[in-house]
Nanobody
Framework: QVQLVESGGGLVQPGGSLRLSCAASGSIYRINAMGWYRQAPGKQRELVAG???????NYADSVKGRFTISRDNAKNTVDLQMNSLKPEDTAVYYC?????????????????WGRGTQVTVSS
């Protein structure tokens, strides 16, 4: 089975930086789009940044110019560099990937999520 595991969350002061990493493992044939989402208490989960297999990126307006998403296709990883963090960036951050994987004797595409990592921006 396929798993996504995030790392790198924590507590940081406003204006600080954090780098989140996500590694995919398992019976992976190809990873299509990857992305980071976040969910703050009492709010809906929202897309923070996405990246296609060819490297095209998109960002939420609230993080443009501060966050950078990148991926390593050889290692099946996706990172999120977060700079100039603000208290409103506080949330649980989730890794997401659209993955072509083996399911028995067939290949199928499924959407996978990590368990999330907490990011808290506070003085």
């Amino acid at each position: 089975q396929v798993q996504l595991v995030e790392s790198g969350g924590g507590l940081v002061q406003p204006g600080g930086s954090l780098r989140l990493s996500c590694a995919a493992s398992g019976s992976i044939y190809r990873i299509n789009a990857m992305g980071w989402y976040r969910q703050a208490p009492g709010k809906q989960r929202e897309l923070v940044a996405g990246i296609t297999s060819s490297g095209s990126t998109n960002y939420a307006d609230s993080v443009k110019g501060r966050f950078t998403i990148s991926r390593d296709n050889a290692k099946n990883t996706v990172d999120l560099q977060m700079n100039s963090l603000k208290p409103e960036d506080t949330a649980v951050y989730y890794c997401n990937a659209d993955i072509l994987h083996s399911s028995g004797v067939v290949l199928t595409t499924s959407d996978f999520w990590g368990r999330g990592t907490q990011v808290t921006v506070s003085s």
